[in-house]
């Protein structure tokens, strides 16, 4: 038989339980799902789960920040999530990089200003797309450079052109969009020696996809280069 004590502990923690189980429940009932572009200030306090293509990405000691942004649309959004609650989630962390498509559930919050969403406890992040699980067409790169730009991404062209310096190597990529328009695409390699004739040969190229101020032009740069002839 249970004394008065014993049974004021019981009721005690299992009223804990029952809190902390609504209390999670209704987290995660409240949470309402967005496109990128439906988020605005008007939501600020909410719950919210939205996914997109990270643009950019900042590991610090405890926190990484990345932008996700939305296809046809200008905006990005800020997420803020703890490396711990990344470690619990992600089976490997180097599959987080830009140009991977992502889904994640947090709070947002406005900080300094600005809308973030804040990936806690409660929610979480997945990797829906890897960076580098599908080619990227040349017209998509040429004609939309800015929404690629930061991101790694692996196109696959004919060699037209290669230039060697001390420094890098050039490689100038063609792909045949369809039979009426080639699309020429600039490839910069830092440290990558190679000696075979490769002119007109196809290859495969993974690398970041930047505005080159020197140059005037976008180009895609390797610096540790994947390249992968086709045969």
Known sequence: ??????????????SVIGISFLYLFSAQQSTVRLNVSEIDEGMIGSRVMTQGTISRLNWFDYIVLLDLKEEDHHGTL??????????????DEKELKAGAKVEVEGLLEDYQGDLSLNVDELGGISILEKAHSRFTEFSSLLENPEWYEGMEVKVRGDVVEKRNTPQETTLILSSHQDS????????????WEEEKEIHGKPVVVEGEWIYDNTSGRWILEASNPDIRYVE
């Open 78 to 91: 800020t997420v803020a999530i703890e490396k711990q609650i990344i470690e619990d989630v992600v089976e």
């Open 180 to 191: 009426n328009y080639r699309y020429e695409l600039t490839c910069i390699i830092d440290g």
């Open 1 to 14: 038989m249970l004394n008065k004590d014993q049974l004021l502990t019981i009721a005690v923690i299992v």
